[in-house]
């Protein structure tokens, strides 16, 4: 077995080149945003009841039963920080310095949002969440202590904070591009996944099985990495089979998981979106630099959307916070109250999300790197000089080295 299938290879940030699948992917995460952003609206007007009965009906077929745009949003932003996080550690104190800039570009816009959520409760007359519950918030790790979530949203980040934990230690063992090892991790992986999904259905109660799995889908973001950005001749054969794994697997845990709605049956919903994700990822990240060409995309598009994207972070953050509060818009058996809801909740969620990222994410990104940023040793010769890979995605955001 060669040393780049199994062995402890050293980090090497100098190997990642700049390339315009970086824009595209930037491009792809202010999508993944939109769709997220869509689903929430769809469900909270259907809810109401603000559209005509054959209009919800359609609704709740499309969006529960179908396709669900949210978990397709979500698997494309777990995607894309499997493909780019791994690579945002530095050479040297890789752990100590990823574990900063990950704290500086997480939680301030966090705790803001957290703050938001927390008044819009209180305003609108929702019960105050427990003292417990905010405290488990505030620290991200609700779904590991049995607390519930805030603002809905807020469950992909602890999802995030577990792959970091699992990144940091490949980095911390030299395995981060060992094609084989990082197989193995996914197929451990996607089987834990199986089990729990198997074992929920024999105890009749939902057990965690989505979270192996995401964790699984952003080990392959990674492998695919490895197989569309450096040519790894191993992991480009690798990385076929374990996406075929992945598109087999995922029917049978959303089956044993996922209640379907309305008669009992499989709900499609999440499946769709998981596959689709995936589909898309592969067939957009893999045209690379020529795709957004290739579909006519002229340079103002590309700079609008990479905007969006740079400020998508912000805009999952906030939108369940704006739902909320704008909720006295809808009213029941009123379409147009609907189109009004839907214009005030984009603008505001897009105006806050900007003002946060310029005011909040931007600073503390700076902050945290110059906390982190200290003088280099001389290496010795045929050593690659520690650098920052370039850009480092976050959740459903790209980090920028703001110099």
């Not at 493909?83 to 900063?100: E, K, L, M, N, Q």
């Not at 089956?255 to 709900?267: D, E, H, K, R």
């Not at 898309?280 to 103002?300: E, I, M, Q």
């Amino acid at each position: 077995m060669t040393a780049a299938g199994m062995g402890r290879i050293p980090f090497d940030g100098s190997r990642l080149p700049r390339s315009g699948r970086i824009e595209t992917l930037d491009m792809l995460r202010g999508f993944a945003a939109l769709l997220v952003l869509f689903q929430h609206l769809a469900e909270t007007i259907i809810a109401t009841h603000a559209l005509p009965l054959p209009i919800e009906q359609a609704g709740v077929l499309l969006f529960d039963g179908i396709f669900h745009f949210g978990r397709f949003g979500v698997a494309l932003f777990f995607l894309i920080s499997g493909f780019v996080i791994p690579f945002s550690f530095r050479t040297d104190r890789p752990v100590r310095g990823f574990a900063f800039s990950r704290a500086f570009r997480l939680y301030p816009a966090y705790w803001l949002s957290l703050g938001v959520a927390l008044l819009v409760l209180h305003m609108t007359g929702a019960p105050a969440p427990a003292a417990v519950t905010i405290v488990a918030n505030v620290a991200m790790v609700q779904h590991y202590v049995g607390q519930p979530d805030i603002v809905v949203a807020y469950w992909t980040l602890a999802t995030e904070l577990a792959f970091y934990v699992l990144a940091a230690c490949l980095v911390a063992w030299g395995v981060l591009r060992a094609p084989f090892v990082l197989a193995g991790g996914i197929v451990a992986l996607f089987g834990a996944a199986l089990s729990l999904a198997l074992a929920s259905h024999l105890v009749d109660k939902r057990l965690p099985a989505d979270l192996p799995l995401n964790l699984g889908l952003m080990l392959l973001g990674t492998m695919l990495r490895l197989a569309m950005l450096e040519r790894n001749a191993i992991a480009v054969r690798l990385a076929g089979i374990l996406c075929g794994l992945f598109l087999a697997i995922v029917p049978v845990v959303q089956f044993m998981t996922v209640p379907p709605v309305g008669a009992p049956g499989f709900n499609l919903a999440p499946t769709l979106g998981y596959i689709g994700a995936l589909l898309l990822f592969v067939g957009v990240v893999g045209a690379g630099s020529d795709s957004t060409r290739a579909v006519g995309c002229r340079s103002v598009y590309r700079r609008v959307a990479k905007w969006f994207g740079t400020i998508s972070y912000s805009v999952y953050l906030f939108h369940g916070p704006v739902i909320l509060a704008c909720g006295t818009i809808l009213i029941a058996g009123d379409p147009g109250s609907a189109l009004r809801y839907v214009a005030v909740v984009l603008s505001a969620t897009i105006l806050i999300a900007a003002v946060v990222y310029h005011a909040v994410e931007e600073p503390m990104v700076r902050l945290g790197h110059r906390m982190i940023r200290r003088p280099v040793p001389a290496q010795a010769p045929g050593l690659a000089e520690p650098i920052l890979a370039t850009p480092a995605i976050g959740p459903i955001f790209v980090e920028t080295e703001f110099r």
